[in-house]
Each structure stands twice: as C-alpha cells, then as structure tokens.
C-alpha cells in the first residue's frame, strides 16, 4: 500500500519562496502528483513526475527523489492567490495508467502580506 | 468546455434514504474515479472505473455502489446512507494510457446525512 506524509500546515510571506515537502512509501512507484485546491473548490493539477529530478513551470518547480522516496514543490515570488491546500499523490497502479491514486492528507499554505 | 460535472452539488438528506450522485464528464475519458474528502484525513478514493463495466474498489468502498454504463457517467450510489457518509465528495476522470494522466476533477457534492 500507500503512505504518504506531507506538514499539515505552512505559512508564508508574500514575495517568498516556500518549499513543501512530501515523503511516500510505496509498493509500486509510478510517478508522483502534485495538486493545488483552493477552499470549497476542486483539486487542479499542478505537476507529475516520474524521473528524478527537479521540473519547473512558471513560479511552480517540483521535484523527485525516488531514491529517497521524496518529493517537494517549490512555490516561487508567492502571491496571495497561492494560499490553498497542497497535495501530494501517488499512483498505486503499475505499468499502463493510474488506477488507483493515493493522496496525502495536504499542505494548508497560508500566505501572509 | 470540457469539465466534469456533478449533481446535485449540496445534498442534506436522511439515514436510509436511497440517492444517487450523478458524474458526467465530456472529455472520452477512460478512467473515471469517486472521492469523499473528509477533514484530517484528506482526499480518499471510493471507487474507480477503467472503462465501461469495469470498475474497482478503492480505499474506502464500504456502502457505496457505482456503476459504468456509458463512458461519460459514472454515478456514485448510496443504498441506505448513514451519518458517517457526511462528506465532500469529488468525481474525477482521466485518460488512460501509458505513463498516468492528470486526473480532471468536478466541482464537488456536499453530502449531509442526519
């Protein structure tokens, strides 16, 4: 099975940089997903990474150590609109597609003026 | 537009009483999936489907029943809903192909049952 831990909660200022770690165990590694949910809103997706390393888009960067069983999201130049909860995910399924998605229980980003 | 679309989204109703939570999607995605989101113990999968007449249990599939007749819906079932079924619950669709597929989620349904 899954285990999947992620801090409950962080705060930032805005301008900043902040770091959210996550840290799984897995039986099958099939990749790592990061989602952004705003309060009462549905998760979006942010990133997925399946090779080690570190993969940026815009202000988001994400990164991979699947060595470590490690990942974090790096959130760059932090902007009121970035407070929302963060989670990381795992896929249980191996080989073709994501059958069944483990979520850790989320990073509650709070981001101060 | 493409989207995932959920009914209703605010449901209050009683133990017992039989409801269906509807799940649309307009993509021709493959695998679509249920979540229920509860506080302290995050997004947990109930159900997921990988095609028409092919579904499988998730995590916590216990008094839920779903059904994939038609590749766009995916309903999600409570026979005799209890109170510990209070929750957000989230409909989700994806390709399903080599490699895993961003999962698109709909807008949500706030189940309360008394």
């Not at chain 1, 409950?8 to 770690?21: L, S």
């Not at chain 1, 997706?45 to 080690?52: E, G, K, R, T």
């Not at chain 2, 159900?47 to 008094?63: H, I, L, Q, R, W």
Request: glycine share 10%; charged share 15%.
């Amino acid at each position: 099975g899954q285990n999947i831990d992620q801090p409950t909660e962080m705060t930032a200022t805005e301008g900043a940089i902040v770091q959210i770690n996550c840290t799984y165990q897995t039986s099958g590694f099939n990749g790592l997903f990061w989602y952004q949910q705003h309060a009462g809103e549905a998760p979006t997706f942010l990133s997925y990474n399946v090779l080690d390393g570190l993969e940026e888009k815009g202000r988001f960067s994400s990164f991979l150590s699947r060595s470590k069983g490690y990942s974090y999201l790096l959130l760059k130049e932090l902007q009121m609109k970035d407070s929302a909860s963060y989670l990381c995910a795992v896929p249980s399924g191996t080989g073709a597609g994501s059958y069944q998605l483990t979520f850790g229980k989320g990073t509650k980003l709070s981001v101060i003026p | 537009e493409a989207q995932v679309t959920q009914n209703p989204r605010y449901l209050i109703t009683v133990t017992g009483k039989k409801l269906t939570v509807t799940c649309s999607q307009n993509m021709n995605h493959e695998y679509m999936s249920w979540y229920r989101q509860d506080p302290g113990l995050g997004l947990r999968q109930i159900y997921y489907s990988m095609n028409v007449e092919v579904t499988d249990k998730g995590d916590v599939p216990e008094g839920y029943k779903v059904s994939r007749k038609e590749k766009r819906n995916f309903p999600l079932i409570l026979e005799s809903p209890s109170p510990n079924q209070t929750s957000l619950y989230f409909c989700a669709s994806s390709m399903l192909g080599l490699g895993s597929y961003e999962q698109y989620f709909g807008p949500g349904t706030r189940l309360t049952v008394t």
